[in-house]
């Protein structure tokens, strides 16, 4: 029988809390209750709000919850050629295009339609939807704005890639943390519009090297937080575009702040180094997060 992978996959962009002491701590529960692997990976792709100083604090608070992983750690920002040869496929497939709007150009866009009394559709997190303008430009355009240097970002043509799928996807959502039973979720990557797949400088974003990575370290079991459940669907359909296997997955409950919302890594209070300065232990951590 092959091993099960889980991966837990923090940014160093902030202080790990309480929520992802939560999501490291089941995936290291889950994979040693099931003999598997325990992975970690770290997401630094967003190379300016990414520091060395929040990974190495990441690392610290790992250790000392008492988390282990296989070495070596796969650090995003140093395997960026394989994202681009990744991204360089659905450019060839003509998947994906340059967009050219700014934030106020799209602000501008959508005041106009609502002005005119027309909605905008948003996406699950509340963001208007990429207007259907860049996807339009004559190619002769396109290449005269990305030889004129100006900035843009590659989005999914997510109609296209649909069509080019031809049929509904899903994925298997486990349906809670003992992973004894599974259910089939319909993927709905429309909701979501055109996303960026990778920046002009950057040549990857957030949904393409988690999928081009989940394939690489053979991750069978994606579990994560509820925030990033809707997101499976584009995961899904980025996934099927470019033949990579689907993992299973689930998406635990999010810890939530005193006040209901969700932990934030700017929240000191519930910062894992905070706790721990105040006096926590390890195992008072588990039982801050019932495990
Ligand atoms: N790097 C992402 C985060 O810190 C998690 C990605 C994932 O687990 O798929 O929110």
Redesign the pocket.
Same mark, same amino acid.
């Given at each position: 029988m092959t091993l099960l992978t889980f &991966?837990?996959?923090? @940014?160093p962009?902030g202080e790990l809390h309480l929520g992802?002491a939560y @999501?490291a701590l089941l995936n290291q529960k889950l994979a040693s209750a099931s003999g598997g692997r325990l992975l970690l &990976?770290i997401?630094d792709i967003d190379t300016t709000r990414c520091t060395p100083q929040f990974e190495a604090a990441m690392l610290a608070d790992l250790k000392w919850l008492g988390l282990g992983w296989e070495e070596p750690v796969r650090r995003q920002s140093v395997h960026f050629a394989e994202y681009k040869a990744v991204l360089d496929r659905l450019i060839d497939e003509e998947l994906v295009y340059p967009a050219f709007m700014s934030r106020g150009e799209i602000r501008a866009f959508i005041a106009d339609r609502e002005k005119r009394g027309r909605g905008w559709p948003r996406d699950p997190d509340g963001v208007p939807l990429y207007p259907p303008i860049d996807k339009a430009l004559p190619v002769k355009e396109r290449k005269r704005r990305i030889a004129d240097n100006e900035l843009f970002a590659w989005r999914l043509d997510v109609d296209a890639a649909v069509a080019r799928i031809g049929r509904g996807l899903a994925w298997t959502e486990f349906s809670d943390e003992t992973l004894s039973a599974t259910r089939s979720v319909e993927a709905r990557p429309q909701d979501w519009g055109d996303v960026v797949v990778a920046r002009r400088d950057i040549p990857t974003s957030?949904h393409l090297a /988690?999928i081009v990575d $989940?394939a690489l370290q053979g991750v069978s079991h /994606? /579990? &994560?937080?509820q $925030?990033?459940f809707s997101?499976t669907g584009v995961?899904r359909l980025l996934q099927e575009l470019l033949g990579l296997p689907q993992p299973a997955y689930f998406h635990h409950h999010l810890i939530l702040g005193p006040d209901r919302r969700k932990l934030s890594k700017s929240l000191g209070d519930t910062g894992l180094a905070a706790l721990r300065d105040a006096g926590a232990s390890p195992d008072g951590i588990r039982r801050m997060v019932g495990l």
């Open positions: &991966r837990f996959a923090p @940014s962009n992802h @999501s &990976r997401e957030y /988690v $989940d /994606v /579990v &994560r937080g $925030d990033l997101a995961q």
